[in-house]
């Protein structure tokens, strides 16, 4: 009987609830997360909300007077625009060169970084600048050195081969912003080089071992322990290179007459799809337009995102299971 009660009296203890939490301590607790939670209710949650609500609707930014409920009119013709359309897809031509350029880029980088050389640090330095020059700057260097006329690049042809010239800001843009993209290419070799220097160099000299060259330590070794950090890049590159808006604007843009600063004349082979979305909303004032296109390219980020996270177990290894 004892060792029925005993039992009895376990099952219960393990089944009774958990100890509430006192208030006094829970009253800490939300005192001190009440400035996040204000900040995210007012500064990001009820935009999102408002942004949800304010697609349905012809809003035009200025008079609320006028507000009205257009259904799902703004998506629709969103579908209709043949101007978005072009936009989208030079985002994506855009995506396609510019994503394997920059991993690939910044990967060698990062192989070159983590040699042990002389000045080692003043080399990592000098290839992370550029990434933390703001984006603003980086647009007006970028002016200046591929400039028709004036431009540093050209000047450099003109004096190893007299007589070059190439018009890069008329005939080749887009690789121009591909090329500042690689400029910038240093914060994504820093995040290599952690996953480099992580790699465990017990299955290296393993490798070496079993009588493995350096091409298939790399390959399998090196390679299958950086997918982690190619995926995490992969996804990053992804959410970033559909809202390029500012680069395209400031390198290549010419304000209109009357406009100022917000009535952006940009050339049509880098018209992108944030570019046409910023004009719709403070060009035409079409905010309710410009709502629902902006939803449509959120929907269709996350829906690639979710594609590439459904292909991550065939080629992406952990050390851990993820299971």
Known sequence: MTFISDLRTAFLRRGAPTERVPWRKAKWFY?????????????TLGPILVGIIMSFSNFNGMNFNSLQYVGTQNYVDAFQD???????????????????????????????????????????????????????????????MWDNNFGMVNAGLDAIIPGT?????????????????????????IIFMAGLQGVPKELDEAAIMDGANSIQRFRYVTLPMLTPVIFYQLIMAILGVGQILIEPMLIFGQSREG?????????????????????????????????ALLWLLFIFVIFLTLVVFSTARYWVHYEVSQD
């Open 259 to 291: 406009g100022g600063g917000l009535n952006q004349s940009v050339p049509n082979n880098v018209y992108f799809f944030m570019v046409y979305i910023f004009n719709r909303v403070f060009t035409n004032l079409r905010f309710g337009y410009g709502f």
């Open 31 to 43: 005192i001190f997360i009440s400035p996040w939670m204000i900040g995210f209710l007012i500064f």
């Open 82 to 144: 043949e101007r978005a359309w072009e936009g989208f897809k030079l985002c994506l031509y855009f995506a396609a060169l510019s994503i394997p350029l920059g991993l690939i880029t910044s990967f060698f980088m990062a192989v070159l970084l983590t040699r042990s050389v002389r000045a080692q640090g003043i080399f990592r330095t000098l290839y992370y600048i550029p990434s933390i020059i703001p984006v603003v700057a980086s647009a007006w260097i970028w002016k200046l």
């Open 165 to 189: 010239y190439v018009r890069w800001m008329t005939q080749l843009p887009i690789y121009v912003l591909i090329m500042l993209g690689l400029w910038r290419a240093g914060g994504g070799s």
